[in-house]
Nanobody, 123 residues
């Protein structure tokens, strides 16, 4: 019913920048919180940054001051600007959206994930 598609991953040198984007499509009535999560090899998936529909943001301590999350409610998109990248930022990054679908506009909300995009920080 709802699809999330990420783009923008790749290989970058330490200190470099990347911008991740995610677009949600399908039977969407409204999207509340959107966010980015990441999973490194051998580790659990962790939250990187989230943003509410009203624009309130929350960042993991390890990205504060380096990453910026933003969204466009009209286009159902969320982006993550990543600056001053470090090797420890290497992971698969996943887009997440909490969605109310057209068939049940009164709720409940459903949690959707993208397929992930690889970010590798290495010299």
């Amino acid at each position: 019913q709802v699809q999330l598609v990420e783009s923008g991953g790749g290989l970058v040198q330490p200190g470099g920048s990347l911008r991740l984007s995610c677009v949600a499509s399908g039977s969407i009535f409204r999207i509340s919180t959107m966010g980015w999560y990441r999973q490194a090899p051998g580790k659990q998936r962790e939250s990187v940054a989230t943003i509410t529909r009203g624009g309130s943001t929350n960042y993991a301590d390890f990205v504060k001051g380096r990453f910026t999350i933003s969204r466009d409610n009209a286009k159902n998109t969320v982006s993550l600007q990543m600056n001053s990248l470090k090797p420890e930022d290497t992971a698969v990054y996943y887009c997440n959206a909490v969605v109310r679908v057209l068939t049940t506009p009164a709720g409940p909300d459903y949690n959707y994930w993208g397929q992930g995009t690889q970010v590798t920080v290495s010299s």
